[in-house]
């Protein structure tokens, strides 16, 4: 199975912490997306262990926390964007690795918002998901959330936000996608501090 993650990627996702809430969030999967999710979950029974593939600066499960779920495991490269999500859900647990090498038993909900859509080809996307299949608890439930990319180009450049306003200072954001087959692509976002003009990406 191949997944184009790298220690380059969890730097810079660890760079993008601090930033990522205020800057990146709001655009996926925030707002009616995540009410929508949420209103869904909540119909399942169970929640009573649950574990956030991807779980980044905590942005779903701190919205389960807050509705009275009580234990929770996040699985992320980046333990500075983990950190955030500890702010969340304090009780958080906490495991920084690649998904290709989380054991999936012990859990009754699986949710990956977002995590696996761009970097795993279908095919691997096949592989990861029989991975899971055959670890998780009898009865457990995956609930997997994946962008619906009906575009038909190999490049696109688009322009977020222009002089954003955050705790961390006023920053611009340029994001651009290069697709390497039909069903994977590679992503790169810009960052610009405009009082330093400081740039940085993550890919």
């Known amino acids: 199975m191949t997944i184009?993650?790298?220690?380059?990627?969890?730097?810079?996702?660890?760079?993008?912490?601090?930033?990522y809430d205020d800057l990146y969030a709001p655009t996926w999967p925030l707002g009616p997306n995540l009410e929508?999710?949420?209103?869904?979950?909540?119909t399942f029974s169970g929640g009573n262990n649950i574990c956030e593939v991807g779980v980044g600066t905590g942005n779903v499960i701190g919205l389960l926390y807050n509705l009275g779920y009580k234990n929770f495991t996040g699985i992320d490269l980046s333990s500075k964007m983990m950190e955030f999500a500890k702010q969340k859900v304090p009780n958080l647990i906490t495991i920084e690795e690649d998904l290709r090498d989380t054991n999936y038993s012990g859990f009754d909900w699986i949710l990956s918002v977002g995590s696996i859509y761009n970097r795993i080809s279908n095919e691997d996307k096949k592989k990861l998901f029989s991975k899971m299949y055959n670890e998780m608890?009898?009865?457990a439930l995956f609930f997997v959330g994946l962008r619906n990319y009906t575009y038909n180009y190999a490049f696109e450049t688009e322009k977020i936000t222009s002089g954003k306003e955050t705790k961390a200072g006023r920053f611009e954001i340029e994001y651009k996608h290069e697709w390497i087959s039909h069903d994977c692509?590679?992503?790169?976002?810009?960052?610009?501090d405009l009082e330093t003009n400081q740039k940085f990406d993550y890919t």
């Open 4 to 19: 184009n993650w790298s220690m380059k990627e969890k730097e810079e996702y660890d760079k993008l912490s601090v930033i």
């Open 137 to 139: 608890d009898e009865d």
């Open 36 to 42: 929508g999710l949420i209103s869904y979950l909540v």
């Open 185 to 192: 692509y590679y992503g790169v976002a810009y960052y610009v």
